[in-house]
Nanobody
Framework: QVQLVESGGGLVQAGGSLRLSCVASGRIFGFRAMVWYLQAPGRQRELVAVMNSGGYTNYIDSAKDRFTLSRDNARNTVFLQMNSLKSEDTAAYYC?????????????WGQGTQVTVSS
């Protein structure tokens, strides 16, 4: 069974940085993408950044030039480095792993980690 565990959230002042980690456990075949989402209070979950199996990354406009995805394959970990944080980045952040086996798509979510940016 595949599981994800996020960590690295916390309270930081505006302009500061945090690095979120998402560790995947279990055997993963047919990896397609690791995606980070955020969910602010009272709002729907929205995509922040995505890394596909080839290492290609993409970000929402508000995260470009501030957030960076990276991975450590040996530790089955994906990192989201967040710099120049703003109060509007305050949200719960979730990682989501997607994979495909025999034309069927699967996904799993982590439990989330809270990021709070004080102005």
């Amino acid at each position: 069974q595949v599981q994800l565990v996020e960590s690295g959230g916390g309270l930081v002042q505006a302009g500061g940085s945090l690095r979120l980690s998402c560790v995947a456990s279990g055997r993963i075949f047919g990896f397609r993408a690791m995606v980070w989402y955020l969910q602010a209070p009272g709002r729907q979950r929205e995509l922040v950044a995505v890394m596909n199996s080839g290492g290609y990354t993409n970000y929402i406009d508000s995260a470009k030039d501030r957030f960076t995805l990276s991975r450590d394959n040996a530790r089955n970990t994906v990192f989201l480095q967040m710099n120049s944080l703003k109060s509007e980045d305050t949200a719960a952040y979730y990682c989501n792993l997607k994979w495909r086996i025999l034309n069927s798509d699967y996904e799993v979510w982590g439990q989330g980690t809270q990021v709070t940016v004080s102005s």
